[in-house]
């Protein structure tokens, strides 16, 4: 019996069309022996063997209707076409997510850099060397702070807060790109 398509297995035998790689889009044996096997395009299909890596079997319904049109017009490049619009959409999805996996890694070392350079203003405002001067004196959006090292420190948490909801835009960001590429595949499966 098939397999219903999109569930994760690994030691098996996959085929994979001869434009694409099986990690980006294969079929278990079980489909290529009921659907594919005894069509006329199956010398389109190569045999990859077993791999090891867990992948995804690709022949959901909807890629199985569009191989039965492919077949009954004995064309392979209609099915190429819906086959690679899947894959553009796919590594698309998976560009965005590795650009804001480097933003957000970006933005965890500023705020790391940030919070280190908060302490430090925060240790050089604990520090008077002229007694004589009023504590007093520095001023930040009408609030009188102690030192400048401490009016430094405000300026700065306000960078920290900022940066903070920067990364957790980039983190919603990536989330929602996952869960479109999973509905992605969900859909294609009803």
């Known amino acids: 019996m098939p397999c219903p398509g999109r ?14 790689n099986v990690e980006e889009f294969g079929f278990c044996k079980e489909c290529y022996n009921q659907y594919i096997r005894n069509t006329s ?14 992948c995804a ?15 009954g017009k004995n064309d392979i490049n209609l099915f190429k076409k819906y086959v690679e619009k899947i894959l553009e959409r796919t590594r698309d999805i998976r560009d965005r997510i590795t650009r804001l996996q480097i933003l957000t890694t970006q933005e965890m070392q500023r705020k790391q850099s940030l919070i280190s350079l908060q302490f430090l203003c925060y240790s050089r405002g604990t520090i008077r060397f002229d007694e004589s001067v009023s504590p007093y004196q520095h001023t930040f959006n009408g609030i009188s702070y102690p030192s400048s090292g401490y009016a430094e420190a405000v300026q700065i948490k306000k960078q920290i807060n900022e940066s903070s909801r920067t990364f957790n835009n980039y983190i919603a960001e990536m989330r ?12 294609e499966n009803e």
Do not use: M, R
Request: net charge neutral; with cysteine.
């Open 7 to 20: 569930y994760y297995v690994s030691d098996l035998a996959w085929y994979s069309p001869y434009f694409t």
């Open 41 to 54: 395009l199956n010398i389109h299909i190569q045999s990859v063997g077993i791999v090891h890596k867990a």
């Open 57 to 71: 079997c690709a022949f959901t319904p909807n890629v199985k209707q569009q191989w039965f049109l492919a077949v």
């Open 176 to 187: 929602k790109l996952e869960l479109e590429h999973f509905l992605g595949v969900y859909l």
